[in-house]
């Protein structure tokens, strides 16, 4: 049976930290930030935590 590939999307947007939590970006900080509040734009820099039920759908497409 040939190796399972990481699903290449997924492996660019999300890293999974030392404690098991997966980090991913937060929405809506990549593009037209000028028009955006900048407390929204200074707390999109920090990023976010995925939640439990997607974290556990995205961990068999990780590989």
Same mark, same amino acid.
């Given at each position: 049976?040939?190796?399972?590939?990481?699903?290449?999307?997924?492996?660019?947007?999300? %890293? &999974?930290? *030392?404690?098991?939590? +997966?980090?991913?970006?937060? &929405?809506? !900080? *990549?593009? *037209?930030?000028?028009?955006?509040? +900048? /407390?929204? *734009?200074? %707390?999109?820099?920090?990023?976010? &935590?995925?939640?439990?039920? /997607? !974290?556990?759908?995205? %961990?068999? #497409? #990780?590989?």
């Amino acid at each position: 049976m040939p190796k399972m590939k990481s699903h290449g999307g997924i492996s660019k947007k999300i %890293k &999974v930290r *030392n404690s098991g939590s +997966t980090k991913i970006g937060h &929405v809506g !900080a *990549n593009h *037209n930030s000028g028009k955006k509040p +900048t /407390d929204f *734009n200074r %707390k999109a820099r920090k990023g976010s &935590v995925l939640s439990s039920g /997607d !974290a556990r759908r995205y %961990k068999g #497409l #990780l590989g």
